[in-house]
């Protein structure tokens, strides 16, 4: 087994200091996800010291298991957002080792993580990681995208729904807006929180957005912390081009319940 790879959120403010350590061991193996770039990490904050936690990751690129740079974004803007996540409903999408909904629920949200259910490996390798962050009450579910699953039909009301690189692949791009909108449909008031790569100026969401009646507001990076070469302690993101979003209903005013929590959008 490799060194683990440590991620660390932290800020300072009012006299307090926060923390949330986590590291993740590489290990080799598993089943590709559904394409996110999740990375499930936890860990204490609040205090000094900070218990380290650890989360499963693959580093074999092919997989959506390993800790893409889109991954260390979106959790660094799930740790900006602590202080509106306790009693928040969050599930994640495509979450491979899940790292910003293992933040969520380090933050005192009620998780849900998910991928496909066609991939056991990829779901046990979520329950393990919950497991090693002493989130056993984290439920796991397959849920594959485009597909009206009574996994999906059955899931109770969210909040935030959270995508980690899940517009990888250009063939995924409407199942995934097809799932994201059943979502919101059933929740309005709720938000999709998702970060991307770029890397191709040919590929585009907007027409399906229109299709689907969703509209996305851009998140500047610099607005949460982001806009680095290296975040929480990691060498993610590095130079990658990486771009926030969040996606909502389009007949919806804005973020909804979160403007007041969300005030950079």
């Known amino acids: 087994m490799a060194e683990p790879r440590r991620f660390r959120f932290a800020e300072e403010g009012g006299g307090r200091r926060e923390a949330l350590t986590l590291r993740v061991p590489e290990v080799r193996g598993g089943g590709r996800g559904n394409g996110g770039a999740g990375g499930r990490a936890g860990g204490g904050f609040g205090g000094v010291p900070v218990a380290a936690r650890f989360v499963l990751q693959v580093p074999d690129r092919r997989y959506g298991l390993y800790v893409w740079p889109c991954a260390a974004v979106l959790a660094q803007f799930v740790w900006s957002r602590r202080g509106a996540l306790p009693g928040r409903r969050v599930l994640e999408l495509g979450a491979g080792v899940s790292l910003p909904g293992i933040v969520a629920a380090k933050c005192g949200a009620e998780v849900l993580l998910s991928d496909s259910e066609e991939l056991p490996q990829c779901l ?20 594959t995208w485009g597909r009206m699953s009574p996994q999906l039909l059955s899931l109770p009301p969210v909040d935030v729904i959270l995508g980690s690189d899940v517009f990888f692949d250009p063939k995924d791009f409407e199942d995934i807006l097809t799932t994201v909108y059943f979502l919101l449909e059933k929740n309005p008031q709720a938000q999709f ?18 299709k689907w009646k ?8 610099h607005s949460f912390g982001a806009d680095k070469e290296h975040l929480a302690g990691s060498s993610l993101p590095g130079r990658h081009t990486i771009e926030m979003m969040i996606i909502s209903l389009a007949r919806s005013d804005g973020p909804g319940d979160w403007k007041c929590s969300c005030q950079a959008f």
Not at 125 to 138: E, G, Q
Not at 214 to 221: A, C, D, G
């Open 214 to 221: 969703l509209k996305n507001t851009p998140v500047p990076l």
């Open 193 to 210: 929180w998702t970060t991307y790569q770029v890397r191709s100026a040919d590929w585009s969401i907007e027409a399906l957005l229109y």
């Open 124 to 143: 046990e390798n979520c329950r393990r990681s919950c497991l090693m962050n002493a989130l056993p009450h984290v439920p796991v579910l397959g849920i």
